[in-house]
């Protein structure tokens, strides 16, 4: 009976468990389980990001139409309705400041995600994305909530993603400070880009006006 067992370990062995290369390789190209997962969350991002780009190209429509009001009053000599609409245009540039940060944000992680899947260790590159995820989530559900709940979403498959990363290489990471900084340059480059795009895109108000940003300073 013995000679039986032997043949049939034999004809159909038992898998082996993961050796200390194969967990290596395995975290710098993920298995097809977290391969599927992070194009997941590459393509929900994008979804996301194309979103954003629509509704800032709306908000862009109607700066123009209530910046051509304030235009308007102030040749009209009528100074209160052109206060108004110049307090309507710092509120939404201020929004619109807001989401583009997220939209360029958004984009970088994007391109982080794709070097991750082509190239990267899945650990060390994906820590930093999931705390831009997690800060984007916070300041995008007071504005457009239906995105939030998408990032909340989003984030978590990229959480699960690192934790299964972990799982295959028998280890966790140890650098959550280092992927804290990551996450806050990739929020300030994004916030910078934002304030460069809304100069050279948004026409200044006149300085008798609240600039975004100083609206409810100047109330």
Excluded: C
């Excluded at 400041?97 to 944000?105: D, E, I």
């Excluded at 820590?127 to 909530?145: F, S, Y």
């Excluded at 916030?191 to 026409?203: L, N, V």
Aim: hydrophobic share 45%; net charge neutral; no cysteine.
């Amino acid at each position: 009976m013995a000679r039986v067992d032997d043949f049939a370990k034999i004809w159909n062995p038992q898998p082996k468990s993961p050796g200390v290369i194969e967990k290596i390789r395995n975290t710098i190209n993920p298995p097809p389980p977290l391969r599927h997962k992070l194009a997941l969350a590459l393509y929900k991002l994008r979804v996301q990001n194309n979103k954003l780009e629509y509704i800032i190209a709306k908000m862009r429509e109607r700066d123009q139409a209530l910046f051509e009001k304030v235009v308007q009053a102030q040749m009209e000599k009528d100074k209160t309705r052109a206060l108004m609409y110049a307090g309507e245009v710092a509120e939404l540039r201020k929004m619109v400041k807001s989401l583009m940060m997220a939209k360029y944000a958004l984009e970088k992680v994007a391109l982080r995600l794709e070097t991750v899947m082509t190239m990267g260790d899945v650990l060390v590159g994906l820590q930093p994305v999931v705390a831009v995820i997690r800060d984007l989530r916070q300041h995008l559900v007071g504005l457009i909530p239906e995105i939030g709940l998408e990032m909340a979403e989003i984030g978590d498959l990229l959480e699960s993603v690192v934790t299964e990363a972990g799982e295959f290489t028998g280890a966790f990471s140890t650098m959550p400070m280092i992927a804290s900084e990551e996450a806050r340059k990739i929020l300030e480059e994004a916030a910078a880009i934002a304030e460069q795009r809304m100069k050279t895109e948004f026409p200044e108000l006149p300085s008798a006006f609240p600039a975004p940003g100083n609206s409810q300073q100047n109330k």
